[in-house]
């Protein structure tokens, strides 16, 4: 059985990417790689991030950033400054690039993991969540069941992890991005690897089944305190 890596949000900080990938000796022969989303934007080479995945036919779940570059190309919102750059700097076409994002799924389930970029419901099977949930979530209120992608400064909301895990406990591991923190979150089954990389704080990997952290420092600027 291969290895699996599951890695943390990478937001374009590709010399912390190869870092890590050193650190934990990748062999792209017997070990599989996993993208917990957001490969790219906010940092300094996210056409190279992205490269590399489509190059190296690497997994990837589809993270909030990864939306928002393929919205933004089809014109469902606005094209943005970094997005034209990922384009302009990236050697696949615009077409090329599009046509993996449309192939991202919004999760990976299998016997014993799922991985996903934000979060999942727990109030709803996965299959019935929204799209836009997966990706987006941190919080849910329990009265409402209502799922948010930030706190709004209310009283009433719970991480979605605790929730989750209070509802559904189970054996299949949980690895998600998206919620930056200073370290891993690990909540029971559950495993948050965004911290902070971006921000100056570390890159994640999760290796699996073994089930050991592996970080590398950034090399970002410092921010939020990371």
Aim: aromatic share 12%; charged share 25%.
């Amino acid at each position: 059985m291969k290895r699996k890596v599951f890695v943390g949000d990478i937001h374009g900080c590709y010399t912390e990417f190869l870092d890590l990938l050193k650190k934990v000796n990748y062999d792209p022969v017997s070990d599989r790689l996993i993208s917990v989303g957001d490969i790219i934007n906010k940092g300094p080479q996210s056409a190279a991030v992205l490269d590399y995945f489509i190059a190296n036919t690497l997994e990837v779940v589809k993270g909030n950033h990864e939306d928002w570059l393929q919205r933004a190309i089809v014109g469902e919102c606005k094209m943005y400054a970094e997005g034209e750059k990922i384009i302009a700097d990236s050697v696949y076409s615009k077409k090329e690039i599009l046509s993996w994002l449309e192939s991202l799924p919004l999760y990976i389930k299998e016997k014993d993991f799922i991985a996903v970029h934000a979060g999942l419901s727990p109030y709803a099977k996965i299959k019935d969540t929204v799209a836009r949930d997966l990706f987006t979530v941190r919080y849910v209120n329990k009265k409402t069941k209502e799922l948010f992608a930030k706190d709004k400064h209310a009283n009433d909301l719970t991480p979605w992890y605790e929730e989750y895990a209070y509802l559904k406990p189970g054996k299949r591991e949980i690895i998600h991005g998206h919620w930056a923190k200073k370290s891993v979150c690990e909540y029971g089954r559950i495993m948050g690897l965004d911290t902070g990389c971006v921000y100056g704080g570390h890159l994640s990997a999760y290796l699996f089944p073994s089930k050991h952290i592996v970080q590398v420092k950034s090399k970002q600027q410092k921010q939020f305190n990371y």
